[in-house]
């Protein structure tokens, strides 16, 4: 079975700081991992995946985000937080063994406010 | 392109009530999912299709009923409808191959009252 973890419900930071939105996840094999983000009364939109190679993944709007296979995480950053950054951000996972061709498992969602 | 086209965008339902969200997309993809988004609660897979002719159930698929008769659509019925259904519901398509991410359409927010 794959799941995903989003341990906190909401993250607050003031604008120029860096972020950090966390994600961990459980999958049996190798894992496919995706961050989707929800503006207000929006579709999700897909930021950045990870497939395999370098465990840096750069996305749109200067998004990244670090594979770290030993901890099975994979938190999105950004170096330097906007006001419009403020969304619902969503962690999705992928077991690499997994039948049924593309199903993901999203996270409960993390909350980010950018604030003045 | 338009994407995923989910339709109708607001709808509210009495108790018992049937209906049906449609969901269309036009990049040819194979695989297309519905999902509930509820508070605290993430998304949740209702049903999800491989290609035409082929469905199956997801996480919560109670109630719900789909079909894919064409790659291009794949719509959710709602059979008897109850207040527990209240909930966004979003449809989304990729292609098959796992290193694809979704494309979301914008979602139906229904109300059961």
């Known amino acids: 079975a794959q799941s995903v973890a989003q341990p906190e419900d909401q993250v607050n930071v003031a604008e120029g700081n860096p972020l950090t939105v966390k994600c961990t996840y459980s999958?049996?094999?190798?894992?496919?991992l995706f961050w989707y983000v929800q503006y207000p009364n929006r579709g999700l939109q897909f930021l950045l995946k990870y497939i395999t190679g370098d465990n840096l993944v750069k996305g749109s709007y200067g998004f990244e985000a670090e594979f770290n296979k030993s901890q099975t995480s994979f938190h999105l950053k950004k170096p330097s937080a906007l006001v419009s950054d403020s969304a619902l951000y969503f962690c999705?996972?992928?077991?690499?063994?997994?039948?049924?061709?593309?199903?993901?498992?999203f996270g409960t969602g993390t909350q980010l406010k950018v604030e003045l | 392109n338009a994407g995923v086209t989910q339709t109708p965008k607001f709808q509210v339902l009495k108790t018992g009530q049937s209906m049906t969200l449609q969901c269309a997309q036009d990049m040819n993809h194979e695989y297309m999912s519905w999902y509930r988004q509820d508070p605290g609660m993430g998304l949740r897979l209702i049903h999800y299709s491989v290609g035409a002719g082929i469905t199956d159930q997801g996480e919560v698929p109670n109630g719900y009923n789909v079909s894919r008769s064409t790659t291009e659509d794949f719509p959710l019925r709602l059979l008897s409808a109850a207040p527990s259904q209240t909930s966004v519901y979003f449809c989304?398509?990729?292609?098959?191959?796992?290193?694809?991410?979704?494309?979301f359409g914008s979602g139906t927010r229904l109300t059961v009252v």
């Open positions: 999705a996972v992928r077991d690499e063994v997994t039948g049924g061709g593309n199903k993901l498992t």
């Open positions: 999958v049996s094999g190798n894992p496919y």
């Open positions: 989304a398509s990729s292609r098959t191959q796992a290193n694809y991410g979704y494309t």
